[in-house]
């Protein structure tokens, strides 16, 4: 499959989090950013834009019940940059976990400029 864009972790923060994660969830999401990086148009359900937040999205994990999400951001058109995830226990995605990514996005420009 033709790539469209470039997925990378920033830091090992995204990579801490997928240790942590057993198989199943692992290559699920495996698959999900294998959509990321190959779909012209990526699907809503699979990464959706997060209001207010100046460019962090949410790429979208659900098996089962169970889902988890990985925050992720665009820098420039091919290249999404993965940042931290977690396992969702509430409807809403909580605040403290949108500040966290939100501080790594900024951490990630002040770097690369």
Same mark, same amino acid.
């Given at each position: 499959?033709?790539?469209?864009?470039?997925?990378?972790?920033?830091?090992?923060? +995204?990579?801490? @989090?997928?240790?942590?994660?057993?198989? #199943?969830?692992?290559?699920?999401?495996? *698959?999900?950013?294998?959509?990321?990086?190959?779909? =012209?148009?990526? !699907?809503?359900?699979?990464?959706?834009? &997060?209001? %207010?937040?100046? %460019?962090?999205? =949410?790429?979208?994990?659900? &098996?089962?019940?169970?889902?988890?999400?990985? +925050?992720? @951001? @665009?820098? %420039?058109?091919?290249?999404?940059?993965?940042?931290? %995830? +977690?396992?969702?226990?509430?409807? #809403?995605? !909580?605040?403290? =976990?949108?500040?966290?990514?939100? *501080? &790594?996005?900024?951490?990630?420009? =002040?770097?690369?400029?």
């Amino acid at each position: 499959m033709q790539k469209i864009r470039a997925v990378v972790a920033y830091k090992n923060y +995204f990579e801490d @989090f997928l240790k942590k994660q057993d198989r #199943k969830v692992q290559d699920k999401i495996y *698959k999900i950013l294998e959509a990321i990086e190959t779909l =012209e148009m990526v !699907p809503q359900r699979y990464l959706k834009y &997060l209001k %207010g937040t100046n %460019g962090l999205y =949410e790429a979208r994990i659900q &098996l089962g019940s169970n889902i988890w999400r990985i +925050f992720c @951001f @665009f820098d %420039g058109n091919r290249l999404v940059i993965l940042l931290t %995830g +977690f396992q969702k226990k509430t409807q #809403k995605t !909580p605040k403290k =976990e949108i500040d966290k990514a939100v *501080k &790594l996005m900024k951490q990630y420009y =002040e770097e690369k400029s």
